[in-house]
């Protein structure tokens, strides 16, 4: 008679999982606070007074007085520092952040097993069977009285713990965590028999994977970025291009894989594929993983301008007719002038965190508004503007913005800045008219319209 699904098995081993490490780190180290959780052996070998009824227990001497919860087939909330008996399945309420028990898989398949043969016929579980099931498995685990040798308590408290482990080794069988897939598909990717059209797939697959905070972390670990960076370095571009989607979503908010990309040499490998010939499709990949790759990171940024970025970036944008890779470039100009903006502002607050003066520090560093002026940026951002794209004036706009208490003198001086403005700014309020009759008033035009004329003030004056 099979009582539970193998479905119902593979979650509740799922929950084991939890238990394992409870068990060990409680059983194995004899260890007890508040807040791990407790696991006794029943040595009363006494059973609950009914199916849904805690009971207390007392056990050995050296471990005090510990309330023991008696699980059942249903779940029953923890109260802190209540224990409970090997072999239970523990789990976290994550809409209550408590922890409950019940009855664990290993105690209700013992009873299956042992007993099946005189159960043949039943189909469910009743109270009553539950009871002597449980009775009979405390009997069997300890089969000695009180006064048994200490050794014999403590294999008896393995026992469960070993049978677990091989439960945990049969649901590895069935259920692929990340960590293995992962494994798998770098495996796989770094074998001398895997074809292009393989690599891409598994790319694709390690992009949607990476975007987990820990799984990006796992392949960082795991010796994925160096594999991902000779992806970059390959000479078919849809490798470079899937492999720089790749290392972009893996940096992007991760500190800790940001910092191993930049130590593997990631920000030379990009700069090197932006500076040279190549599809406008891997490069506009590229400049996705290098904008991951410096937010938030000064060190990065530092370095990205010591590398000569921004001057592979003005060649890159002088080259870009279509204006794809112009607003990139711009906007990644504009998040990282913006970002050290914000941090020199947190100062004026007065609630500042320990790790603020470091972090001033460091941006301090990141020679940014010099570079800028230096190469060029404040004459070569307009240019954007004689897009068609509104989403792309807009960018410009913030980004000139953003830019103007280092270049307003070269705004003033510039031969088409003012005009542009003047023009767009007609063509704008003309459509936020239209934009009121249909009834948006603060729509995305107004917004552009309140650029516009934010630019026009700083530039009068
Ligand atoms: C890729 O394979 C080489 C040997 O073929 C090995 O040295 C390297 O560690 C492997 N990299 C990863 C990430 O598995
Ligand atoms: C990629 O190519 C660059 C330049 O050719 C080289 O410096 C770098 O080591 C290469 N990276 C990998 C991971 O092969």
New binding site residues.
Partial sequence: MELISSRARGAAFLLLLLLLHCCQIDTILGQKSDRALTVVENTEGREGGGADEEAEVSVDEDEGDLEVVQPTEDWQTLKPGQAVPAGSHVRLNLQTGQREVKLGEEQLKYWTQEHKETEEHQSTISPVELKRAMKKMKEDLNPVSKDTHQQDSVASKYRPLEELRRDMAQLDLLVETDVQIMKRL??QF?S?KCTTEQKLSLLLELEYLVHQVDNAQTLSS???L??ILEGLNSTDFRLQESSAFVLGSAVSSNPEVQVKAVECGALQTLLTILATAQPIRVKKKVLFALASLLRNFPYAQRHFLSHGGLQVLSELFRADGGGVLRTRIVTMLYDMISEKELISQAGLDLVLDASHEERVRQYSEVSLQGELLEKGWCNLVPQLLESTEHDYREKALRALLAMAPMCLDQYRSHSSLLGSLLSLRDQYQEMVQSEMIVGEENGYYAEIVELINALHVKMKR
């Fill in positions: 770098l495996d770094n001398s795991m010796g994925g160096q594999l």
